[in-house]
């Protein structure tokens, strides 16, 4: 697919996220990349908070196989920031087993560790294998770049036991990895003379490594596919037979070069030379690394180019050019103490960037807490607006916005919609006698009356003074007239007493009913049977005219 323009799949950030994850499945990285990152952008666009974190860990999780290490870290802290923001612990556990692996590129060992133990608590509070699985996996990477293979294969076994048998990817990462573990402990046990030990690995670590390759030809992934040839190559020199070493690295590298993966290829180059060097062919093994030395070096590969230089100091000693092999012994050295200060510079870069998103993120919780309370405090308004300060019931202007509602509704669905206005009997008097306070406390018990005693579906409204509305939806004008004769006994039949000693209140109501042509004309017609009823006595309904 193209990755230039704006297609269809532009518009739909699922789309993008499963294109970019079918990109990362093939090995294509970079289109992975480049999808994922705008998945990340249209989610954000619409508010999908959890889209748009799982889309940066995707982006983050194929910029590290690129070669953009402090990019896929920045990118994972902003999913895992996101993620938090939603409670969704098992997208920052995923997020965390992600960031582990470009902090150890870097040599953030102890940042990466850091990164895995929190994964692992959450892995073991959720009870999930698969999660604890790749936490096993990550942490066995991580020892083993910090040179402890016993507890990296330790962590690797753990990963293992745990690994879903049909999940093709996971299984084949634990058994390239403890494949790798293999290339470089074998030689380890054998200079400690344990050959035995030795050989019974060897034999272990070759089906791992078939085995992978199975499955990275079976999923058709070239990535997988060139790494794991790599390491069955190296065991395989290591088992002695280097004519199919050489060709089994050959092919890796092949692969590599096909696929623009640049530091597989000067990998698989070294790994040539080394196999010569096992061979004892020291000359022309020097010329292999001559030239994997200036493509890491051009690369920036640092801790690649170190082991070069160590090798050809190595091969140089063996040849008899002792001026060379201190040369290149030299230049090992003053690597590796760049190396230690480009890690503290990568921590203090990675810092003072993780403070900034910190401050960014608080920023934006800011600006939405702000803007939450504006929407808060517009509602309010709004809702005060339409609101009766005295009773709590709707108010004039509430009730106007809504009985064009309620009439439009019973003229599409053709049921009855019937209006009622109650005013209370001799109102002044109740003021005269008792008290404006008094007369408050009348209105505020009526409103409250009202509202207990009609159904969930009606509005019940203070015009205003001592006059209030109650709308019923869905019956006609004999079963609202039954009702507000209800209404109208509740009001009589009420301990009014016990807010004032000697008190009575009653009220008088005119009902009518929609008849489907001018809404506006309703409320009229209801008022002027409530006067009909105040004439006729008070303290009755009257629903005809």
């Known amino acids: 697919m193209s990755t230039s323009g704006v297609t269809e799949a532009d518009r739909r950030p699922a789309s993008l996220y499963d294109e970019a994850e079918a990109a990362r499945q093939r090995g294509d990285y970079r289109a992975g990349v480049t999808l994922a990152r705008r998945a990340a952008e249209f989610s954000a666009e619409r508010g999908d908070v959890a889209g748009q974190a799982s889309a940066l860990r995707l982006a983050a ?168 040839l790599d390491n069955y190559g190296m065991l395989m020199a290591h088992r002695g037979d280097y004519g199919e070493a050489f060709t089994l690295v050959e092919n890796s590298r092949m692969i590599a070069l096909a696929h623009g993966y640049r530091s597989l290829e000067s990998a698989a180059l070294q790994h040539q030379a080394q196999i010569r060097l096992l061979r004892g062919d020291c000359a022309i093994a020097v010329l292999g690394l001559l030239e994997a030395l200036e493509r890491v070096t051009e690369a920036k590969e640092k801790p690649m180019t170190m082991a070069i230089h160590l090798q050809l100091s190595q091969a140089y000693e063996r040849i008899g050019d002792f001026k060379a092999a201190l040369a290149h012994y030299r230049s090992y050295h003053a690597l590796e103490r760049e190396a230690h200060n480009d890690v503290a510079a990568v921590r ?101 009356l009202l509202r ?54 009653t009220v008088s109501i005119g009902v009518a009913e929609h008849d489907h042509g001018d809404p506006a004309l309703l409320l009229p017609r209801a008022d002027a049977r409530l006067y009909a009823a105040k004439r006729a006595g008070r303290n009755r309904v009257t629903a005809a005219d």
Request: with cysteine; proline share 2%.
């Open 348 to 448: 203090a870069r990675m810092m003072v960037h993780l403070f900034e998103l910190d401050n960014a993120r608080l920023e934006a919780d800011n600006a939405r807490l702000e803007s939450e309370l504006h929407r808060m405090r517009s509602a309010e308004l709004e809702q005060q607006a339409l609101t009766d300060a005295l009773t709590g019931l709707a108010n004039r202007r509430a009730a106007d916005q809504r009985l064009p509602e309620m009439a439009a509704l019973a003229d599409a669905t053709g049921r009855p919609f019937c209006l009622a206005i109650a005013d209370v009997d001799h109102f002044k008097l109740v003021n005269d006698r008792y008290g404006h306070a008094a007369g408050d406390d009348v209105l505020r018990r009526i409103g409250a």
């Open 61 to 228: 999780n194929q910029l590290l196989r690129v070669g953009e290490q402090e990019a896929a870290i920045t990118a994972c802290t902003q999913a895992a920031g996101l993620f938090e923001s939603i409670g969704d612990e098992r997208g920052i556990c995923e997020t965390l087993t992600v960031q582990a692996i470009p902090f150890n590129d870097l040599g953030l060992h102890e940042e990466a560790l850091d990164a895995l133990d929190r994964a692992r608590r959450i892995a073991q509070r959720l009870d999930d294998r698969a999660l604890l699985y790749w936490v096993h996996n990550r942490t066995g990477v991580v020892h083993a770049a910090m040179g402890d293979l016993a507890a990296s294969n330790e962590c690797l076994r753990h990963a293992l036991a745990v690994v879903d048998p049909g999940d093709d990817e996971a299984r084949f990462c634990v058994l390239n990895n403890l494949g790798d573990n293999a290339v470089f402990r074998i030689p380890q046990l054998r200079e400690l003379g344990r050959e035995a030990e030795a050989e019974e690995l060897l034999e272990i670590a070759l089906g791992h490594v078939r085995t992978a390759l199975e499955l990275a030809q079976a999923a058709n992934h070239p990535y997988r596919q060139s790494i794991v």
């Open 452 to 505: 207990e005693h009609v159904r969930g579906i009606d509005l019940v409204a203070r015009l205003g003074g001592e006059e209030f509305l109650i709308a019923f939806e869905g019956v006609d004008l004999p079963e609202a007239a039954h009702l507000a004769e209800k209404l109208r006994l509740v009001v009589a039949n009420h301990d009014w007493s016990a807010l004032q000693p000697g008190l009575a209140v």
